[in-house]
Structures are given as C-alpha cells and as structure tokens.
C-alpha cells in the first residue's frame, strides 16, 4: 500500500466505507441514513482524529476477520469430534447388540 498522503475528501470518504464495512461485519443492519451520520461526524473531526479512527476501523476488521477464522476452525473441530464421538458410540453398541444376540 502506498503511503500518499491523502486529501481531506479522501479521508472522509475511506473513513465512511471502513465505518460501514466494520458495521457489515459487527451484522448490524445499516440504514440509508447511516452513512449522512457517519459523513457529519467526520466532517467534525480533525485530520489526527480522522485518522486515528480509520486506523481503529481497519484494525478493527483485521481482529474481527481473524477471530471468524478462530470462530469457524474451533466450531469445525468441536463439529467433527462430536460426530466421530457418536458414531464410535453407535458401532460400539451395535457390536454389543451383536454380541448378546450371538
């Protein structure tokens, strides 16, 4: 990535997406006046405010990305230890019905 310095209607406009697109993430739902209110609050700020919180947004969404990863990795290795679990069980107790049956 570049280092550019960026413009202040640049900066506006990175800040808005990263805002939205950390609100896609969080699964809150995002409303057609969303965006007005995140253009007003950065309109407010300065440019060492603008971006500290497009540093914060951004690094914000690597951590949440990340731990869906964890989320999806861990609920895999639970998913398939269960069903290992039971089907081991259930060859268990039909060797047994198997036996008794004998």
């Given at each position: 990535m570049s280092k550019k310095r960026l413009s202040r209607k640049e900066k506006e406009a990175r800040y808005i997406e990263k805002s939205m697109e950390l609100q896609r993430v969080w699964g809150n739902p995002i409303g057609r006046h969303d965006e007005a209110i995140c253009q007003h609050n950065a309109a407010q700020?300065?440019?060492?405010?603008?971006?500290?919180?497009?540093?914060?947004?951004?690094?914000q969404i690597q951590f949440e990305r990340g731990m869906a990863v964890a989320k999806t990795v861990i609920k895999t290795t639970v998913g398939i230890f269960v069903a290992l679990g039971v089907s081991?069980?259930?060859?268990?107790g039909v060797k047994q019905l198997l036996t008794l049956l004998k």
């Open positions: 700020m300065t440019d060492e405010e603008l971006d500290r919180e497009i540093a914060n947004s951004v690094s081991g069980l259930l060859v268990f």
